[in-house]
């Protein structure tokens, strides 16, 4: 069974700092691309940044400067560092994956559970 699991959400003041972290857990042969989504409340859910297995990142442009996502494939793990965070930034945050079962099968795509980041205003 395959899981993203998520941890590092919580409650924090404008302006300060978290670190999210997605491992890959289960029984899959390679963990291609990587990304966190996030969805506020009464809006849809949107791209926050991804990262290929090759580390090359692709950014929400109004999130540039602010958050970085990085990787340690040899963890199958993730991780959004935000700083500078705003009260807009309050949102359920969700690790996304692509994950090959095995060689010859394609990557199917898999979410996280979901962490909620609040940064109260």
């Known amino acids: 069974q395959v899981q993203l699991v998520e941890s590092g959400g919580g409650l924090v003041q404008a302006g300060g700092s978290l670190r999210l972290s997605c491992a890959a857990s289960g029984s899959f042969f390679r963990v291609n691309t990587m990304g966190w989504y996030r969805q506020a409340p009464g809006k849809q859910r949107e791209l926050v940044a991804t990262i290929t297995s090759g580390e090359t990142t692709n950014y929400a442009d109004s999130l540039k400067g602010r958050f970085t996502i990085s990787r340690d494939n040899a963890k199958n793990t993730v991780y959004l560092q935000m700083n500078s965070l705003k009260p807009e930034d309050t949102a359920i945050y969700y690790c996304?994956?692509?994950?090959?079962?095995?060689?010859?099968?394609?990557?199917?795509?898999?979410w996280g559970q979901g962490t909620q980041v609040t940064v109260p205003s």
């Open positions: 996304n994956a692509d994950l090959k079962i095995t060689p010859l099968h394609a990557a199917i795509n898999y």
